[in-house]
């Protein structure tokens, strides 16, 4: 196989495109990397197509070596043929060289093998030649030595190998396989009906296998691991049977009846359990990878919130027996004040809100942050009772607590704080949340963070691959203050291990600030390829050269310098604002590219660097909604219309905030007026949304929403 031209078929790209893409992968470059500063060898391939060429290049050079592997192992059998080599050659992917190598691969014992050491070989080959009864036949194979006691058992052996031969057959299983994919159903029953669960919509349920929506194949498969649900495949049997006796029995056959025995067998016994295992695991790969992929996408956008940046922050970690802890930080994400109150116990509510006005006078608290977790509808009351004693324009927001808790009780966590207690750590978390959503959230496993749905089902290594990769893009989009950053932040970076990033919190402890990117190369262990891969996405803000706080890349710094010596701007005109005018200047980009001997999407990407230096992506984003007052589930009536945040996108629809305890939801089919094939054609994790309630369940907490106002 041409792996380039696979490559370029299924990507839509030039030839030129796939191998340098390739070969700047095979040198060890990060895919950010690539994606910024090698546009010109890539054709600006995004890091997202970047990636998804990345895992289909590994899928391929795994299927080369099998392929290899295969072709060697039935040659050194001395079994190869032109018609195997050829098919060898044209297979796919690996379950069609699986099917291929089946008939070669090692067998353990089977009833086939036994019979064929029983020496009944001759007699399915007589039987398969379909020109002769073969009860007589079968009498010079009885041999009591080979415990064939008589004719029949001789006949049962001779099928057993026939039934084998039929089921590694490569072209029958492709069949069955295409046609148990088409015409298969889907069928769950309950275990116990008397059994409440959230599986009840599958107790008695059917569904084709071609049409079978992921979330469903994945609540199938939960129910099922619960001992919940029985799930079995039901195939066309009729259809496989006649087909694979129309493949073996020819016109006025003698042995036609022992054949069509032996072509059931073949398909009940060892065909059937293998495709229907196959075909449940093809379907639930593909429900995790599109789940993933949803994932991955809500992650990006909640990693990607808009920083309140510099605002001092009180957080409420709401609480009912162990009270609700407080942290308030400022601007910077420094621990001011922390604190625990009673706000759900009546005796002590009017000590907790002497307590709270305490700390927001003290602190100079701009804003309160509530978590969403356990005792959050009390909290929130309860805070927005206090904000009207203080009689002050305080607002506050609800933060997602989703992961708080796993960093509070992480080994970084305890480093970071160690002498706060479990609970504290968690509200400083939720407040420095605010500030920073990707700062703080990096230090959460990604898979903790609670955008997701059936996370806890899937291939962790592959979750685990694909969420890192999107936290990667991430951090790199945005760009990192090197001396501001967390160990968890730097490791994020282009180019950065753990230690590396440890070595350079070191390097700064011993030196003090980095002043410029150059001194990177000081730091141990970061050599000059980690310095290539790194150093355009780390910041120096007040450094000693203004386009170290750039995306510009030190490698660029020189045609940076002369692009702008051409209009007349210096170093200091980068750091007053006077270079924004000067993308209006530069009106032949490929004049000026030519000229400074420069690519055409590095010139542009400079030009955008210097006219927004320091510029953060996600300033443009929705801010997220601060609230003066609090509403509840009883306050809801049809028909009103809110302002909400999307707080989870799965494939059945979005799940948005609109303030009160249960996040409400709107269903794909009320997210537009148009036909949708999935909800994130629409929304996505944290935008600022209207909507209408269309029912609520009080009894089960339930809001029903829609986006067609």
């Known amino acids: 196989m041409d792996i380039i031209l696979a490559l370029q078929e299924e990507f839509g790209i030039s030839k030129t495109q796939a191998e340098n893409t390739v070969n700047l992968l095979d040198e060890g470059n990060t895919i950010p990397f690539i994606a910024r500063y090698r546009k010109e060898l890539t054709g600006s391939l995004d890091d997202q197509v970047i990636r998804s060429l990345s895992e289909r290049l590994q899928y391929l050079r795994n299927l080369e070596e099998k392929r290899e592997f295969v072709l060697n192992a039935i040659k050194e059998q001395e079994k190869l043929t032109e018609e195997i080599e050829a098919a060898l050659d044209k297979a796919k992917t690996i379950t069609e060289i699986e099917d291929i190598y089946r008939p070669y691969r090692p067998k353990r014992r089977t009833r086939a093998t036994i019979a064929v050491e029983?020496?009944?070989?001759?007699?399915?080959?007589?039987?398969?030649?379909?020109?002769?009864?073969?009860?007589?036949?079968?009498?010079?194979?009885?041999?009591?030595?080979?415990?064939?006691?008589?004719?029949?058992?001789?006949?049962?052996?001779?099928?057993?190998?026939?039934?084998?031969?039929?089921?590694?057959?490569?072209?029958?299983?492709?069949?069955?396989?295409?046609?148990?994919?088409?015409?298969?159903?889907?069928?769950?029953?309950?275990?116990?009906?008397?059994?409440?669960?959230?599986?009840?919509?599958?107790?008695?349920?059917?569904?084709?296998?071609?049409?079978?929506?992921?979330?469903?194949?994945?609540?199938v498969n939960r129910g099922e691991n619960e001992k919940i649900l029985s799930v079995k495949l039901e195939a066309p049997v009729e259809k496989i049977i006649s087909k694979l006796c129309r493949n073996i029995i020819i016109k006025n056959s003698r042995t036609e009846q022992l054949l069509t025995i032996a072509a059931e067998d073949a398909y009940k016994r060892l065909i059937a359990p293998s495709v229907e295992r196959e075909i449940r695991n093809m379907l639930?790969?593909?429900a995790q990878e599109g789940a993933i992929k949803v994932f991955g996408e809500n992650l990006k956008q909640l990693l990607l919130q808009p920083p309140l940046k510099d605002k001092r922050i009180l957080a409420l970690d709401p609480g009912y027996r162990n009270g609700c802890k407080l942290a308030a930080v400022d601007g910077t994400g420094k621990v001011l004040d922390t604190g625990v109150i009673y706000p759900t116990i009546p005796t002590r509510?009017?000590?907790?809100?002497?307590?709270?006005?305490?700390?927001?006078?003290?602190?100079?608290?701009?804003?309160?942050?509530?978590?969403?977790?356990?005792?959050?509808?009390?909290?929130?009351?309860?805070?927005?009772?206090?904000?009207?004693?203080l009689g002050t324009d305080l607002k506050y927001t609800i933060v997602n607590e989703a992961g708080a808790s796993v960093y509070s009780a992480s080994k970084l966590g305890a480093e970071e704080f160690p002498d706060f207690d479990v609970a504290v750590r968690s509200?400083?978390?939720?407040?420095?949340?605010?500030?920073?959503?990707?700062?703080?959230?990096?230090?959460?496993?990604?898979?903790?963070?609670?955008?997701?749905?059936?996370?806890?089902?899937?291939?962790?290594?592959?979750?685990?691959?694909?969420?890192?990769?999107?936290?990667?893009?991430?951090?790199?989009?945005?760009?990192?203050?090197?001396?501001?950053?967390?160990?968890?932040?730097?490791?994020?970076?282009?180019?950065?291990?753990?230690?590396?990033?440890?070595?350079?919190?070191?390097?700064?402890?011993?030196?003090?600030?980095?002043?410029?990117?150059?001194?990177l190369l000081k730091v141990a262990k970061l050599g000059p390829k980690a310095y290539e891969q790194c150093a355009g996405f780390l910041r120096i803000t007040d450094g000693d050269c203004p386009l170290d706080n750039t995306a510009v890349h030190p490698e660029s710094y020189e045609i940076t310098e002369k692009l702008m010596a051409m209009y007349g701007y210096t170093d200091e005109d980068i750091k007053t604002g006077k270079i924004k005018e000067i993308g209006k200047?530069?009106?032949?980009?490929?004049?000026?590219?030519?000229?400074?001997?420069?690519?055409?999407?590095?010139?542009?990407?400079?030009?955008?660097?210097?006219?927004?230096?320091?510029?953060?992506?996600?300033?443009?984003?929705?801010?997220?909604?601060?609230?003066?007052?609090?509403?509840?589930?009883?306050?809801?009536?049809?028909?009103?219309?809110?302002?909400?945040?999307?707080?989870?996108?799965i494939d059945f629809g979005a799940f948005v905030d609109i303030g009160v305890h249960s996040d409400g939801l709107v269903h794909i089919s009320q997210l537009c007026d148009r036909y949708v094939k999935h909800p994130l054609e629409v929304v996505s994790v944290g935008d600022i949304v209207d909507v209408k309630v269309l029912s609520v369940d009080m009894e089960k907490g339930r809001v029903s929403l829609s986006m067609k106002i």
Do not use: W
């Open 427 to 519: 509200s400083v978390s939720l407040a420095r949340r605010i500030q920073d959503p990707l700062a703080e959230l990096v230090k959460i496993e990604p898979k903790a963070i609670g955008v997701g749905q059936y996370q806890h089902d899937m291939n962790q290594k592959k979750l685990g691959e694909a969420l890192g990769g999107v936290v990667e893009d991430c951090v790199n989009s945005v760009g990192v203050d090197l001396n501001t950053a967390s160990p968890s932040l730097l490791s994020y970076v282009s180019g950065i291990s753990s230690t590396i990033s440890k070595n350079i919190l070191k390097y700064k402890e011993d030196n003090g600030k980095f002043k410029t990117r150059k001194e």
């Open 349 to 389: 509510i009017e000590k907790s809100a002497e307590v709270l006005k305490k700390m927001i006078k003290k602190n100079n608290i701009e804003l309160l942050a509530v978590g969403n977790g356990t005792a959050s509808r009390e909290t929130e009351k309860f805070a927005v009772d206090v904000i009207k004693e």
């Open 284 to 286: 639930t790969e593909k």
């Open 585 to 649: 200047k530069v009106v032949d980009i490929k004049a000026t590219a030519e000229k400074l001997g420069v690519g055409e999407p590095t010139l542009k990407d400079i030009i955008s660097e210097l006219e927004k230096p320091g510029r953060d992506p996600r300033d443009e984003m929705p801010k997220p909604i601060l609230k003066s007052d609090v509403l509840s589930l009883e306050d809801l009536k049809e028909g009103m219309v809110l302002k909400g945040t999307v707080r989870n996108v």
């Open 118 to 219: 029983k020496g009944l070989k001759p007699l399915a080959d007589i039987i398969m030649l379909q020109l002769e009864d073969v009860e007589e036949k079968a009498k010079s194979f009885v041999n009591a030595e080979k415990e064939v006691e008589d004719p029949q058992q001789a006949i049962e052996g001779a099928l057993d190998i026939i039934a084998e031969e039929i089921s590694d057959n490569a072209d029958n299983r492709a069949f069955i396989r295409k046609l148990t994919i088409d015409e298969g159903v889907i069928i769950t029953k309950a275990v116990d009906e008397e059994t409440k669960s959230v599986y009840e919509m599958y107790y008695d349920y059917s569904e084709p296998v071609s049409k079978i929506a992921s979330h469903r194949v994945l609540a």
